[in-house]
């Protein structure tokens, strides 16, 4: 079986296509191999934060992606009474060309994408065609794909894993996938409801700190999603009901009891980080390398900042200019940010809008009132923080 002079790609999500796209950029050709018929529709995640466009930007998708979605130049913590702290990215726009959240759902970003690379001379999409198994040794790696139930091997130079969550790659790598899985699930519900004719200053991006049941509002083009968690006492059916969302919902915005609801989705919410990013020519990012809670926005954007440090090193080995040692420096920066921040932060977001610290509204409050507290902590729910961290990692 010849060899083809390409890396593969498991997945056409925000973190495959993003990793195509700064290898192409680079001159390095690419096939990405995505299970689905089409790119996939799912909205799923759709915060992007500021060194996130900033990056997106290195290849002319940040202004697309900015021009659909809607821009968040503020993120507010409050109680069910009062605002306990706004905080402004302007506050860092010294740190960034982008200081601003842009809200968009992600399918946004891999239509932009495949639009500029569809017609690249050393890009392919294969359709259809799911990773189920891979082998490699010190020169190549070969991938069999289920191509409608149809076994093809296929080889190539090296493999990004980038299919997700239940990432086929990992699972044939024998990667251990160690974490937990939350007891909560997280209920969202999509209104066109507008939340701030109802909710006095209210912005974009807003979590509701409540020790009974704390909720996050997030905006994007049209809609508004409202986030719930939910305990282990309501059954899937009914959680998924048009009738517990209007329970939920009711105690969301005063006086208001019933919404347009546009879509319902109940998730479970794992915390898991793969034992390893890099097992020889293979590597592991996005999803299929680590999971968080959504709190914070950080699971996707924490995958495109693996797709860039991964591919920026890829690219400099495949034209000679470092050696294939360099390629470990990726699991070194990209795994310990993970488990250091994104995982951490992750989890703080949670407990403090569970109002488990109870000193958590005081101490925002003196954040919020210091500029460098509140710069520092901008740098972090930002994932700046991050980001010069794992540069410093060497």
Known sequence: MPI???????????????????????????????????????????????????????????????????????????????????????????????????????FKLTRILYERLRSHPDFRIEFGSRVTDVAQDEAAVWVTLDRAGAAERRSGRWLIGADGARSEVRRALGVEFSGFTWPERFLVVSTPFDFRGAIADLVAVTYVADPLRWHFLLEIPGLWRVMFPLTETVSDEAASSRAFADTLMAGVAPGIAKYEIAHITLYKVHQRVAKNFRIGRCFLAGDAAHLNNPLGGMGMNGGIHDAMNLTAKLADVWSGAAPESELDRYERQRRSITLEYIEKQSIENKRNLECANPDFAATLKRTAADPQRRRDYLFRVAMIASLRRAAALG
């Open 4 to 106: 083809e002079e390409r890396v593969f790609i498991a997945g056409a999500g925000p973190v495959g296509l993003v990793a195509a796209a700064n290898l192409i950029r680079r001159g390095v050709p690419v096939t990405v191999f995505e299970a689905g018929a089409a790119l996939s529709e799912e909205s799923r995640a759709s915060t992007f934060h500021p060194p996130t466009l900033d990056m997106l930007d290195e290849f002319g998708a940040a202004a697309p992606l900015i021009a659909q979605g809607l821009i968040a130049p503020q993120l507010q913590y409050r109680t069910r009474e009062e605002v306990i702290a706004t905080f402004d990215f302007g506050a860092i726009a010294d740190a960034t060309g982008h200081p601003f959240r842009v809200q968009a759902e992600q």
